[in-house]
């Protein structure tokens, strides 16, 4: 049953593509996260629609601070991060 499944999803190329992509990006995203190195600098902003939303992480407060609201734009919103940041 399983097998008649997973040959059905991964029978459309488009839809195959776009899986293995998912699943690389959060891949990239878990082995950013296990190294701290990359966690002192690492932040991840992304559009949808017109509106930029984003996260960043605070090693010293130990904190992620997310930007669910949005801005409109891509220095709006790093300028909010970094301003909720030194609070």
């Not at 082995?31 to 966690?39: A, H, K």
């Not at 600098?41 to 601070?65: F, M, P, Q, V």
Request: aromatic share 18%.
């Amino acid at each position: 049953m399983i097998d008649w499944l997973v040959n059905r999803i991964f029978r459309f190329t488009s839809l195959r593509q776009a899986i293995f992509h998912e699943v690389h990006l959060y891949d990239h995203l878990d082995s950013i996260m296990s190294d701290p190195e990359s966690m002192e600098t690492a932040s991840l902003s992304w559009c949808e629609g017109d509106i930029w939303y984003g996260w960043t992480y605070d090693s010293n407060a130990k904190r992620y601070y997310f930007d669910d609201i949005g801005n409109k734009s891509l220095i709006g919103l790093w300028e909010d991060q970094f301003l909720s940041k030194a609070e």
